[in-house]
T-cell receptor
């Protein structure tokens, strides 16, 4: 069975500073990894995904994520945080045979001006 | 059209009521999903439909009854709910159920059971 861990309940960062939201995964076989963002009282918005190929994946709103197979990690990054990036971020994984998307517990990102 | 539309956005219902949540997409996606989300928690999968057939039921109580009348529509029928069923109900769709397909989520229906 696949699983995802987001070790930080909350990440605080100053506007303009780089941000990292951490995610580690466990899956049998090659992982299919996703990041979603959720603003208050809204559904989830897709940010980016890793299927295969380059370990650095670029997504929406200037976000990127780095796939690291040896560390089983897929951390979300952004070079310069904006206050409007403040939201709840979910990492998710599917295994090669799984048709279920499994979410991590979520990380609240707070960007202060 | 790249959206998943859910109606209503808010619903308050009594424990003896019958109501339905609706979800619609026109992206040609052949897989559709219902998720339940409590505040500040991850979404929990309830049902998966693939090509209009129920393929996964995550042991959801029978007071929740899904229906997929056609490839664009997904309903969730509610009956005799409990206050603990109050949550955000999210619908999602994907091109198919293969692992490389990401999901497109609707904005959800905020359900309150009184």
């Amino acid at each position: 069975a696949q699983s995802v861990a987001q070790p930080e309940d909350q990440v605080n960062v100053a506007e303009g500073n780089p941000l990292t939201v951490k995610c580690t995964y466990s899956v049998s076989g090659n992982p299919y990894l996703f990041w979603y963002v959720q603003y208050p009282n809204r559904g989830l918005q897709f940010l980016l995904k890793y299927i295969t190929g380059d370990n650095l994946v670029k997504g929406s709103y200037g976000f990127e994520a780095e796939f690291n197979k040896s560390q089983t990690s897929f951390h979300l990054k952004k070079p310069s945080a904006l206050v409007s990036d403040s939201a709840l971020y979910f990492c998710a994984v599917r295994g090669p045979w799984g048709n279920k998307l499994v979410f991590g517990a979520g990380t609240i990102l707070r960007v202060k001006s | 059209d790249t959206e998943v539309t859910q109606t209503p956005k808010h619903l308050v219902m009594g424990m003896t009521n019958k109501k339905s949540l609706k979800c619609e997409q026109h992206m040609g996606h052949r897989a559709m999903y219902w998720y339940k989300q409590k505040a500040k928690k991850p979404p929990e999968l309830m049902f998966v439909y693939s090509y209009e057939k129920l393929s996964i039921n995550e042991s959801v109580p029978s007071r929740f009854s899904p229906e997929c009348p056609n490839s664009s529509l997904l309903n969730l029928h509610l009956h005799a709910l409990q206050p603990e069923d109050s949550a955000l109900y999210l619908c999602a769709s994907s091109q198919a159920t293969g692992p490389n397909y990401g999901y497109t989520f609707g904005s959800g229906t905020r359900l309150t059971v009184v």
